[in-house]
């Protein structure tokens, strides 16, 4: 069974850095895409960043500059370190990874940003 495990999340300043963590169980994510998305209170699940299965990487735009996606495969682990934290990034953050052929589609429960003084 597929699993994928974020943390990582907290309450931090505005200004500071959090590093999430997503572990996936029961595959090796070698061969898919990664990604994080995050939803704030009252607002529609945004796409944050992604890392394609050849090491890839793109951002929306308001966290470019901020936020760097890695993987490490041999540890099925994704990462997304978050600097220079702001409100507007307060949100639920979401592991998902994916890939088109066979179709799979597996996400996380979510890990819990705060950013406040």
């Known amino acids: 069974q597929v699993r994928l495990v974020e943390s990582g999340g907290g309450l931090v300043q505005p200004g500071g850095s959090l590093r999430l963590s997503c572990a996936a169980y029961?595959?090796?994510?070698?061969?898919?895409?990664m990604y994080w998305y995050r939803q704030a209170p009252g607002k529609e699940r945004e796409l944050v960043a992604l890392?394609?299965?050849?090491?890839?990487?793109n951002y929306v735009d308001s966290v470019k500059g901020r936020f760097t996606i890695s993987r490490a495969n041999e540890n099925y682990r994704v990462y997304l370190q978050m600097n220079s934290l702001k409100p507007e990034d307060t949100a639920v953050y979401y592991c998902?990874?994916?890939?088109?052929?066979?179709?799979?589609?597996?996400w996380g429960q979510g890990t819990q940003v705060t950013v406040s003084s």
């Open positions: 029961g595959t090796i994510i070698s061969i898919y895409d």
């Open positions: 998902n990874m994916r890939r088109l052929l066979p179709r799979e589609d597996y």
């Open positions: 890392i394609s299965s050849g090491g890839n990487t």
